[in-house]
């Protein structure tokens, strides 16, 4: 069976075209170039044992190859483009390499590096691997060879790669790396693409790890640049920030944005809502809505569900469903997690009636309620020892194609042992569980 072409003997050959490159002094011969493509093309189709016969077969040939230190007349620099990134000359980077052709050093500097990186260009496989068999082989990485090695990862959107970077970057001492986070963002401005690509990628992992400030400080990076940031990074950081009690940062951070010539978008505002509702500034959050109209922003149903959900939080249910209504009668969007809002705000005030009321509304207005606002209703009811009320709503609910679960089901046996109701609550018990409902967490 013939093996497929091995990815590791690519990467190694990778190596090897690179030491044929940069023999010092004299551009590579036609010899060697056939001798490297002829073994290059024809492995693609041998087998895997094969391929290693001719790699060792090719490393003998590459120890006639005497080594020496890399100059500024190398073929490599020669033979790729003009660098798209100049980087500053500097001392030689001395590597220690040890290969079964025997042991070996290998100079290179940083600029042979980014060099290398420009002409990986296309094939984003070959420089990962030539970005790890430095660090491995002990090259220290500074801040032109992150950054070149970056471009590669950008221009074909590997997120992933790119996020696991950024993660070592910033799980790194600025001793270690040589290099602070401000440098790297220096390098990469020459291009505001990449850029704003990091530093989206970057705010990111900063909220990832909770730190905020330096989250904050990469946004600002772009200003100072000239930039405008990415409106999804804006709104990622400010949500993060209300998600984690900073409510006062998110709001700042906004109206700082907005100042530099930043358009909020929908979510945006819903963010924003989100923010003044935690605050309790409501007539403030009223004001966003008409803003949005005077800009032409049309409200979605989060920036809706979002001031509904504010108002119930704070007992104020009256006024969350009297928005709805009122948003409803506009013809904005309004879905079942406004409903819900409403309901559960009615609930927790113990208002009952009027919970009872919206779930008929809802249901009028051809919106399907979905058991969390059924859970809601009877375990209120329950609280209240209204069992007929929360049996009859669970009936309903069943009856709907909504299936039941073991919180919903934990509140009516509750209620039950404590209405004295025990030898009941064992035979529902058993009935629910020979229908095979999960009740393994039934209290």
């Not at 490393?59 to 020669?78: D, E, G, M, V, W």
């Not at 483009?81 to 500097?90: C, D, G, R, T, W």
């Amino acid at each position: 069976m013939v093996t497929p072409y091995s990815y590791v003997a690519r990467t190694q050959l990778l190596g090897f075209k690179l030491l044929l490159l940069h023999k010092p002094q004299t551009s590579p011969t036609t010899e060697n170039l056939a001798f490297f493509n002829g073994f290059f093309s024809a492995s693609r189709s041998v087998p895997y044992t094969e391929i290693l016969s001719r790699l060792i077969s090719f490393r003998k040939y590459i120890t006639r190859i005497q080594l020496t230190r890399f100059n500024s007349s190398s073929a490599l620099a020669q033979l790729s483009p003009a660098a798209q990134y100049p980087v500053s000359e500097e001392q030689t980077v001395y590597t220690y390499r040890k290969d079964c052709a025997g042991d070996r050093f290998i100079d290179l500097n940083a600029s042979r590096v980014v060099e290398s990186f420009n002409n990986l260009k296309n094939d984003p496989n070959l420089a990962c691997s030539f970005f790890t068999q430095l660090k491995e082989s002990g090259f220290q990485h500074n801040v032109d060879t992150y950054a070149a090695f970056i471009r590669v990862l950008c221009r074909w959107r590997l997120d992933r790669k790119l996020q696991s970077l950024l993660s070592e970057i910033v799980g790194s001492k600025e001793s270690d790396l040589g290099f602070d986070i401000t440098a790297l963002f220096e390098v990469l401005s020459v291009n505001s693409g990449v850029l704003i690509w990091v530093l989206d990628m970057l705010v990111k992992e900063y909220v990832s790890v909770g730190m905020f400030d330096d989250a904050i400080d990469a946004l600002f990076q772009l200003q100072r640049r000239g930039f405008v940031p990415h409106i999804m990074s804006c709104n990622f950081l400010m949500n993060s920030l209300i998600e984690h009690g900073k409510v006062d940062m998110a709001l700042a951070i906004y109206e700082h944005l907005k100042v530099s010539g930043l358009n909020p978008n929908d979510y945006t505002y819903g963010i924003l809502l989100k923010a003044l509702c935690r605050k309790g500034n409501f007539e403030e959050a009223r004001d966003v809505f008409r803003e949005m109209v005077e800009v032409g922003v049309h409200p979605n149903a989060f920036t809706c569900s979002t001031y509904i959900e504010g108002l119930c939080s704070h007992k104020r249910s009256d006024s969350g469903y009297e928005a709805l209504r009122a948003f409803r009668a506009a013809k904005w969007p309004i879905d079942t997690f406004a409903y819900t809002a409403v309901i559960r705000g009615f609930c927790s005030e113990m208002k009952l009636k009027e919970a009872v009321e919206v779930l008929f509304d809802m249901v009028n207005e051809g919106v399907a309620p979905d058991v969390y606002i059924y859970g809601a209703l009877i375990h209120a009811y329950c609280k209240t020892r209204n069992l007929l009320q929360a049996l009859a709503l669970h009936k309903d609910m069943v009856s709907n194609g909504i299936k039941t679960n073991c919180v919903i089901l934990s509140s009516i046996f509750q209620c039950m042992c404590e209405m004295g109701m025990v030898s009941e609550a064992v035979d529902q018990f058993k009935e629910f569980r020979d229908s095979g409902i999960f009740l393994d967490e039934v209290l």
